[in-house]
T-cell receptor, first 115, second 111 residues
């Protein structure tokens, strides 16, 4: 079974803090994703990565950066946390192997509150 | 631009009352259409992948179908434990692995 593990279920941070959200997958997947989920807005893509050290902006990258130094690990960084970044953050991974299954598998989510 | 629209936003059914959820999509070259189930406070759980028009997949009381413009998730004789948010997503060949989600349908099944 695919396992995607996010480092924290709940986080409370202060405005202006630098925040790191970590995600690890154990299926050797090429692609990794960070989404945020807010009521009424669904899942919105922040960043994704299709290879080590490679990244692409999603629909809402402002205020965020990412790091992928190893294939299994994808980190989301909030450079200076603000209250409008209070949200549920979801990490996912998927395979890019030709003929393989393209669906994404998700972690359990991190509920971040910025006060 | 790739787009996914789900309807209705919310659906309340009586136990045993069958219905369908809709997912309309616009994408340039569909690589896959995905259905997920999400329980409150948890990450989405993968259900199905559909690749081409005419394809169908089934799992217990759920059946997903696909046309060139939309997908349906049919729920037959639902039980209260089927209550969840159901999410639809698409991936296009042209989008470098990007997966785009709809906003979901909140399904509630009354005993």
């Amino acid at each position: 079974d695919v396992k995607v593990t996010q480092s924290s279920r709940y986080l409370v941070k202060r405005t202006g803090e630098k925040v790191f959200l970590e995600c690890v997958q154990d299926m050797d997947h090429e692609n990794m994703f960070w989404y945020r989920q807010d009521p009424g807005l669904g899942l919105r893509l922040i960043y994704f990565s299709y290879d080590v050290k490679m990244k692409e902006k999603g629909d809402i990258p402002e205020g965020y950066s990412v790091s992928r130094e190893k294939k299994e690990r994808f980190s989301l960084i909030l450079e200076s946390a603000s209250t409008n970044q209070t949200s549920m953050y979801l990490c996912a991974s998927s395979s890019e192997v030709t003929g393989g299954q393209p669906e994404a598998f998700f972690g359990q989510g991190t509920r971040l509150t910025v006060v | 631009e790739d787009q996914v629209t789900q309807s209705p936003e919310a659906l309340r059914l009586q136990e045993g009352e069958s219905s369908s959820l809709n997912c309309s999509y616009t994408v340039s070259g569909l690589r896959g259409l995905f259905w997920y189930r999400q329980d409150p406070g948890k990450g989405p759980e993968f259900l199905f992948t559909l690749y081409s028009a005419g394809e169908e997949k089934e799992k217990e009381r759920l059946k997903a179908t696909l046309t060139k413009k939309e997908s349906f998730l049919h729920i037959t004789a639902p039980k209260p434990e089927d209550s969840a948010t159901y999410l639809c997503a698409v991936q296009a060949y042209s989008s470098a692995s990007k997966i785009i989600f709809g906003s979901g349908t909140r399904l509630s099944i009354r005993p």
